[in-house]
């Protein structure tokens, strides 16, 4: 079975400054996706970016990248000039390729931003 | 288009009642899960459905947890009779199969037991 790590239960942060959140997974497939969530106080889940593992260019959105080292089987998510309303709990996830299986979650990163 | 509709946003009852969560899945996607969110033990699986199939239950806690899907557009998810430990947030989410693997996730409904 896959799982997901997250080692690091809460970060912080200065607004405007730039964060690196961690992940690592364990698996055995060669093809799959990788996750990064949001979850702020409203707890709606909130896709913030997705990799395809067959992918060796990093994902990018706007302010968010990650950085995807599928050796050494590392996810991370680096967010750029940290806004306040990027508090919250990030989550980062796995899925099968074949995706019938859902997402396999890790315990979660609390991210806090400092005026 | 609407998103995951889940209900009701919020439950309290008490220990030994019956609780139905209702899940509405978007429009097309043929594949629903339903997870449990604690502190204690974070986001866990409990049961999916493909083509309203249910194919894996093993996440479900105990007898006491059911889960139906009668046809593309609704789900439960029935505690009968509910505990204390029950206490947690239930998410829906669906995804359509082969497009990506996002999950798109309802806004959770908050069950308390006292």
């Known amino acids: 079975a896959q799982t997901v790590t997250q080692s690091q239960p809460e970060m912080s942060v200065q607004e405007a400054e730039t964060v690196t959140l961690s992940c690592t997974y364990d698996?055995?497939?060669?093809?799959?996706?990788l996750f990064w969530y949001k979850q702020p106080p409203s707890r709606q889940m909130i896709l913030v970016i997705r990799?395809?593992?067959?992918?060796?260019q990093n994902a990018t959105e706007n302010r968010f990248s990650v950085n995807f080292q599928k050796a050494a089987k590392s996810f991370s998510l680096k967010i750029s000039d940290s806004q306040l309303g990027d508090a919250a709990m990030y989550f980062c996830?796995?899925?099968?390729?074949?995706?019938?299986?859902?997402?396999?979650f890790g315990k979660g990163t609390h991210l806090i931003i400092q005026p | 288009d609407a998103g995951v509709i889940q209900s009701p946003r919020h439950e309290v009852t008490e220990m030994g009642q019956e609780v139905t969560l209702r899940c509405k899945p978007i429009?097309?996607?043929?594949?629903l899960f339903w997870y449990r969110q604690t502190m204690m033990r974070g986001l866990e699986l409990l049961i999916y459905?493909?083509?309203?199939?249910?194919?894996?239950d093993s996440g479900m806690p105990e007898d006491r947890f059911s889960a139906k899907m009668p046809n593309a557009s609704f789900s439960t998810l029935k505690i009968q009779p509910s505990e204390p430990r029950d206490s947690a947030v239930y998410f829906c989410?669906?995804?359509?199969?082969?497009?990506?693997?996002?999950?798109?996730f309802g806004e959770g409904s908050r069950l308390t037991v006292l």
């Open positions: 459905f493909n083509n309203n199939v249910p194919i894996d």
């Open positions: 989410a669906s995804s359509r199969r082969g497009r990506g693997g996002e999950l798109f």
């Open positions: 429009s097309g996607h043929n594949s």
């Open positions: 996830a796995y899925r099968s390729e074949g995706g019938a299986d859902g997402l396999t």
């Open positions: 990799q395809e593992a067959y992918k060796q």
């Open positions: 698996t055995s497939e060669s093809d799959y996706y």
